[in-house]
């Protein structure tokens, strides 16, 4: 973990492993590191980053004019899957928050994820800026042969994967803009509206209305594979099929994933589409999981996929 905390301080990059998908890690408070996550994810620069941070007692060096309600969002669900959306600091240049006067910023629950971050903190570090480590509008990798899949041939010789095996959750975190008077969801995750509702008693927002470039992954063509995505058809042989395991697989149709819950559904989802593309499926249809929960995530990054490329 120190070896790879100098690797971040000289610059270079990080990928990680965390609860949610991997992320590709750069010092955040390193423009020239910073510009090669662009570059290897082949990124708009006007897209901001994630500020990952070790522990909450870090969210005041990024954010300014925290609002009680994110102290309380981030003391429920922390390390967790969620983003705040904070106005941000001195520390959080343009080349990080895309050049906006907010920044995002993240605990990750994994072990790996927080030792790194522990590590880069032992050695000077601030935070570490980590999108999904894949190629823009891509899917995001759950695992690290994902990365390496994705990101190989962009690679420098200095840069680094960390091994941490398969994602817990599966679906990239909730990003929730505290900038306002209520929290307002802009993508959606395992931590639900409901969720954030109860612990802060406040009426939660939808995303509407935001600008679209402000969440990247908000865009309508995003985490799609190269296999078209079907929402609305029955399976015929030769697709690619998604659903609960309940729902049984027509004769001559490829089964990619049989979750079992829809946290399941979340925790395999990404693999399967790149299963997809590992066979060289032209097409595969996606039986929805209903209800909410981290359902409405699964929906949302399919209805996305859906779109296509
Ligand atoms: O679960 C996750 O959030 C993963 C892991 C690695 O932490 N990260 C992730 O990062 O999904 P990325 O960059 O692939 O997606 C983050 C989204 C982007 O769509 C970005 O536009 C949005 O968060 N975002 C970041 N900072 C923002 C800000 N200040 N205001 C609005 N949206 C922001
Ligand atoms: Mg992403």
């Given at each position: 973990?120190?070896?790879?905390?100098?690797?971040?301080?000289?610059?270079?990059?990080?990928?990680?492993?965390?609860?949610?998908?991997?992320?590709?890690?750069?010092?955040?408070?390193?423009?020239?590191?910073?510009?090669?996550?662009?570059?290897?994810?082949?990124?708009?620069?006007?897209?901001?980053?994630?500020?990952?941070?070790?522990?909450?007692?870090?969210?005041?060096?990024?954010?300014?004019?925290?609002?009680?309600?994110?102290?309380?969002?981030?003391?429920?669900?922390?390390?967790?899957?969620?983003?705040?959306?904070?106005?941000?600091?001195?520390?959080?240049?343009?080349?990080?928050?895309?050049?906006?006067?907010?920044?995002?910023?993240?605990?990750?629950?994994?072990?790996?994820?927080?030792?790194?971050?522990?590590?880069?903190?032992?050695?000077?570090?601030?935070?570490?800026?980590?999108?999904?480590?894949?190629?823009?509008g891509h899917v995001?990798?759950t695992?690290?042969?994902a990365?390496?899949e994705e990101?190989?041939?962009?690679?420098?010789?200095?840069?680094?994967?960390?091994?941490?095996?398969?994602?817990?959750?599966?679906?990239?975190?909730?990003?929730?803009?505290?900038?306002?008077?209520?929290?307002?969801?802009?993508?959606?995750?395992?931590?639900?509206?409901?969720?954030?509702?109860?612990?802060?008693?406040?009426?939660?927002?939808?995303?509407?209305?935001?600008?679209?470039?402000?969440?990247?992954?908000?865009?309508?063509n995003h985490y799609a594979p190269v296999a078209k995505v079907l929402l609305c058809e029955v399976p015929v042989a030769g697709q690619g099929f998604i659903a609960h395991k309940n729902i049984e697989t027509p004769s001559g149709v490829i089964r990619l994933a049989s979750p079992g819950?829809?946290?399941e559904f979340?925790?395999v989802l990404y693999s399967a589409l790149r299963d997809a593309d590992a066979r060289g499926l032209s097409e595969v249809v996606v039986v929805q999981p209903?209800?909410?929960?981290?359902?409405?995530?699964i929906r949302?990054r399919l209805a996305r996929a859906a779109n296509g490329r």
């Amino acid at each position: 973990m120190a070896s790879a905390a100098n690797v971040l301080i000289a610059g270079d990059l990080v990928a990680f492993p965390t609860e949610t998908v991997y992320g590709l890690g750069a010092d955040a408070s390193n423009s020239a590191g910073v510009a090669r996550i662009y570059s290897v994810k082949g990124r708009p620069t006007d897209h901001p980053l994630i500020v990952h941070i070790a522990s909450m007692e870090r969210m005041g060096d990024w954010a300014s004019d925290v609002p009680e309600y994110a102290i309380t969002l981030a003391r429920n669900f922390w390390p967790g899957p969620m983003t705040l959306v904070l106005k941000r600091s001195e520390l959080a240049g343009d080349f990080v928050t895309g050049g906006q006067d907010t920044v995002g910023v993240r605990v990750p629950n994994h072990v790996i994820a927080l030792a790194l971050l522990e590590a880069f903190d032992k050695a000077g570090g601030m935070g570490v800026a980590a999108p999904s480590a894949n190629r823009f509008g891509h899917v995001s990798p759950t695992t690290a042969s994902a990365v390496v899949e994705e990101l190989a041939d962009y690679f420098s010789k200095d840069d680094l994967v960390l091994d941490g095996g398969a994602c817990a959750v599966g679906v990239e975190s909730t990003i929730i803009d505290c900038t306002g008077l209520l929290p307002r969801v802009l993508r959606p995750g395992a931590i639900s509206t409901a969720m954030i509702e109860e612990v802060t008693g406040l009426d939660v927002l939808s995303p509407n209305g935001v600008d679209e470039i402000r969440v990247s992954g908000s865009l309508e063509n995003h985490y799609a594979p190269v296999a078209k995505v079907l929402l609305c058809e029955v399976p015929v042989a030769g697709q690619g099929f998604i659903a609960h395991k309940n729902i049984e697989t027509p004769s001559g149709v490829i089964r990619l994933a049989s979750p079992g819950d829809d946290e399941e559904f979340a925790r395999v989802l990404y693999s399967a589409l790149r299963d997809a593309d590992a066979r060289g499926l032209s097409e595969v249809v996606v039986v929805q999981p209903i209800g909410i929960g981290i359902a409405v995530a699964i929906r949302d990054r399919l209805a996305r996929a859906a779109n296509g490329r």
